[in-house]
């Protein structure tokens, strides 16, 4: 069966620090991936999603970027954190258009 | 636009009463819309898909594209419902999913 996994789970860091969050994916391959983010008091927000190896798309423009080295790998990154950062980060996945993605247990960062 | 609207943050009602949880959504295409369900402690995972038209732990939803709603109902609640629920609609393609604010159901003894 599919599995996704996302670490680390909760992550403190200070302004100006960078950034890496990795999502892994299992029993599946070529999978669409996908980067949410959840900022305190608002719904989930798509950040990135990936259609296959090296390719990225960006939903909106951000102090983030993101990257997927292999098939079922995909990580997020900042190069300097900014306070507005913060917030509760998911990982998904999906094969099919129409079955809708599958989360991992998502991150909570706190840049201070 | 492509909007998700969940009106309630928080929904509390008794063990039995009937739940409603209301979605309104703003989309020029055919929509395809989804429930998905955050337990305590748990990750968000799919309740329901209105393309399936499946019954889940006895929640259904029906799309209304006249209202534009897909609210997510079930006529007896149950403590263990108690969570967050999230509506969500698929745009462009594959599954970049707009979703709205949440509500917090809260399913009292």
């Known amino acids: 069966s599919q599995t996704i996994h996302q670490w680390p789970a909760t992550l403190v860091q200070p302004v100006g620090s960078p950034l890496s969050l990795e999502c892994t994916v299992e029993?599946?391959?070529?999978?669409?991936l996908y980067w949410y983010r959840q900022a305190a008091g608002r719904g989930l927000q798509l950040l990135f999603y990936?259609?296959?190896?090296?390719?990225i798309s960006s939903e909106v423009p951000q102090n983030l970027s993101a990257s997927r080295p292999q098939d079922r790998q995909f990580i997020l990154s900042s190069k300097k954190l900014l306070l507005s950062d913060s917030g509760f980060y998911l990982c998904?996945?999906?094969?099919?258009?129409?079955?809708?993605?599958?989360f991992g247990s998502g991150t909570q960062l706190s840049v201070l | 636009a492509q909007r998700v609207t969940q009106p309630e943050k928080l929904l509390s009602v008794f063990k039995g009463a009937p739940v409603e949880l209301k979605c309104n959504y703003s989309y020029s295409g055919s929509p395809e819309l989804f429930w998905y369900v955050q337990y305590s402690r748990q990750r968000l995972q799919l309740l329901l898909r209105?393309?399936s038209r499946e019954s889940i732990k006895g929640f259904t939803a029906d799309l209304n594209k006249g209202e534009t709603s897909f609210h997510l109902k079930k006529p007896f609640a149950q403590e263990e419902d108690s969570a967050m629920y999230y509506c969500?609609?698929?745009?462009?393609?594959?599954?970049?999913?707009?979703f709205g604010q949440g509500t917090e159901l809260s399913v009292k003894p």
């Open positions: 969500a609609l698929v745009y462009n393609q594959g599954g970049k999913l707009i």
């Open positions: 998904a996945w999906e094969i099919t258009e129409t079955q809708g993605p599958f």
């Open positions: 990936s259609v296959g190896i090296g390719q």
């Open positions: 029993g599946t391959s070529n999978p669409n």
């Open positions: 209105h393309i």
